[in-house]
């Protein structure tokens, strides 16, 4: 069975921060989803997203969010996770990179919603959390700011080695999401190719 939406797992405290903003996500029911986690931290007194996918444990990062962004999360989300599989496959193009974009995006609508956390996902989060913690302060000394930054400091922590309750082996997670992104290229056709900064774009146009 093809997965049809991704069902997103949120803590409480991004919980909130998506209900004080008006964001209205339809609650996920039993069925076959692509599960992503999301918590809220903060970073030299800004508000950072982590989104972590639960098979590869691969995390993505959102820096310095608004309240627009937080009530259209459900589009931000799916705009990067495209953006990002596109990046990161670095497929040539036209081609395989169309044909790859058009699998995310059918794999990414609707976006549902519950709260809670799975707990090794979670340990994972914490993790993450505290690596960047320490790339922000001590070898960068500040936060991203730009599309392209948020992906750099994403690929640091994705290029860490993360081993899952029950696995024999640790493993990459970017290059898990990767070979499992891969997977997914069809025969079909498409020529709607996705820029870097495009989630960015996207949110400023909306105001």
Known sequence: MSIVMIHLHTSKVFTDDLASAGCILPSAATGNAWHWYAHRITLKRKKCIIVMEETSRYALIFVGLRKLDFAGFDKVLRSRIVAEASWLCDLPHPGPNERLIKAVQGKCFPVACSQGLDRSVQAHIRQVADELDYLVRYRFERLPESAEEEFALGNLVNDTL???????????PQKKWRESLLSLLTSQNNSNVVNLADFRKGRKEGR
């Open 162 to 172: 993360r081993k899952r309750g029950g696995d024999k082996d640790y493993f990459y």
